[in-house]
């Protein structure tokens, strides 16, 4: 599936400029869709042309850190990328297009902050939209515990807590790095999670033909990501994973139940964020509708763009005709 995607507009933030790509009519129902890791506002181009055909105002930026917005370097600039930053971009983001309450879409880490939304900032936020990324109450324990815990020391997200190293490991082939982190996964992978190792650097130092799974990008949209990495570097993204910790004690007084109309969309094969993630997420939100879609991995913008568009314009259509 191809589309034609919008170069971006530029927007002054306090202390961020944000690269936003845009789409659809002004005066649509804004639509704000997050990327994650490793990704780029980029990642929605399946999905922002059939948005903005039906009416919707669509918004994908490149979130703080990444691609043409960038953000803030070195060691001290690591606590800027925490949850409060991430979501306060949105809002302000919002404030600086006088939009009115969006619905936000999120996949991967853009998941998380889109969850967050109606949390932090409620008067910002009409409608959720969780692509893999599944609303997780806070849990009791540090989740860099908990993920020692079920995981074990190996696990690719404690290996990027240590400043510097994995952005020098993924940076010196960025080619390389993105080829084996963008890739389709076959079901006799994801379905034996205990047998698959999570030691992400370590599993990209074996030849490329021992990889699993196949490319997940045609050659111009590959080129597209590894211009950006190679151009900005990967300490942005990467200093998001050094927050769980810190987001985790910020987020002890914060309501824990989400009142505005949500969809999730679940995939079949993706062993990071399986299905099991989103098992309490009915206790929490009172309008929650949820599906999964069949044979598809981590990356659902891409691996499923018809299904994953479909399923979300018959929510809005119900939801915000």
């Given at each position: 599936m191809t589309t034609s995607f919008p170069r971006p507009d530029y927007?002054?933030?306090p202390g961020l400029t944000m690269a936003v790509h845009q789409m659809g009519p002004k005066e649509g129902q804004p639509i704000l869709l997050c990327h994650g890791w490793p990704?780029?506002?980029y990642a929605w181009h399946n999905q922002m042309e059939p948005l903005a055909e039906a009416g919707y105002r669509v918004l994908a930026p490149d979130m703080r850190g990444y691609g043409n917005t960038g953000g803030p370097t070195g060691e001290h600039a690591v606590p800027l990328y925490d949850m409060e930053h991430l979501t306060g971009d949105l809002a302000h983001l919002c404030d600086a297009l006088d939009l009115p309450p969006a619905i936000f879409?999120?996949?991967d880490w853009g998941g998380f902050v889109a969850w967050d939304m109606p949390l932090r900032h409620p008067e910002k936020v009409a409608g959720i939209i969780g692509v893999n990324s599944a609303y997780v109450p806070r849990p009791d324990i540090d989740p860099i515990e908990l993920i020692k815990l079920v995981h074990g020391p190996d696990m690719y997200m404690l290996h990027f807590q240590a400043y510097g190293k994995a952005e020098k490991q993924l940076g010196q082939d960025t080619d390389r790095a993105l080829q084996f982190l963008h890739r389709r996964m076959p079901a006799t992978q994801t379905r034996a999670?205990?047998?698959r190792s999570l030691n992400m650097l370590k599993s990209m130092e074996r030849p490329e033909t021992d990889w699993p799974g196949t490319p997940l990008h045609e050659p111009h949209d590959h080129a597209i990501y590894v211009e950006a990495y190679e151009r900005t570097g990967w300490e942005g993204g990467l200093n998001w994973y050094r927050n769980l910790s810190r987001n985790w004690h910020q987020t002890e007084n914060l309501p824990k139940h989400?009142?505005?109309?949500?969809?999730m969309v679940f995939a079949e094969n993706d062993v990071v964020l399986p299905r099991s993630s989103g098992a309490e997420m009915a206790d929490y939100i009172p309008d929650l509708e949820t599906h999964i879609i069949p044979n598809c991995g981590h990356w659902t913008p891409t691996e499923a763009p018809d299904t994953l568009n479909d399923l979300i314009l018959s929510w809005l259509s119900r939801k915000f005709s």
């Amino acid at each position: 599936m191809t589309t034609s995607f919008p170069r971006p507009d530029y927007v002054e933030l306090p202390g961020l400029t944000m690269a936003v790509h845009q789409m659809g009519p002004k005066e649509g129902q804004p639509i704000l869709l997050c990327h994650g890791w490793p990704e780029l506002g980029y990642a929605w181009h399946n999905q922002m042309e059939p948005l903005a055909e039906a009416g919707y105002r669509v918004l994908a930026p490149d979130m703080r850190g990444y691609g043409n917005t960038g953000g803030p370097t070195g060691e001290h600039a690591v606590p800027l990328y925490d949850m409060e930053h991430l979501t306060g971009d949105l809002a302000h983001l919002c404030d600086a297009l006088d939009l009115p309450p969006a619905i936000f879409v999120g996949h991967d880490w853009g998941g998380f902050v889109a969850w967050d939304m109606p949390l932090r900032h409620p008067e910002k936020v009409a409608g959720i939209i969780g692509v893999n990324s599944a609303y997780v109450p806070r849990p009791d324990i540090d989740p860099i515990e908990l993920i020692k815990l079920v995981h074990g020391p190996d696990m690719y997200m404690l290996h990027f807590q240590a400043y510097g190293k994995a952005e020098k490991q993924l940076g010196q082939d960025t080619d390389r790095a993105l080829q084996f982190l963008h890739r389709r996964m076959p079901a006799t992978q994801t379905r034996a999670p205990k047998k698959r190792s999570l030691n992400m650097l370590k599993s990209m130092e074996r030849p490329e033909t021992d990889w699993p799974g196949t490319p997940l990008h045609e050659p111009h949209d590959h080129a597209i990501y590894v211009e950006a990495y190679e151009r900005t570097g990967w300490e942005g993204g990467l200093n998001w994973y050094r927050n769980l910790s810190r987001n985790w004690h910020q987020t002890e007084n914060l309501p824990k139940h989400i009142k505005v109309p949500s969809l999730m969309v679940f995939a079949e094969n993706d062993v990071v964020l399986p299905r099991s993630s989103g098992a309490e997420m009915a206790d929490y939100i009172p309008d929650l509708e949820t599906h999964i879609i069949p044979n598809c991995g981590h990356w659902t913008p891409t691996e499923a763009p018809d299904t994953l568009n479909d399923l979300i314009l018959s929510w809005l259509s119900r939801k915000f005709s």
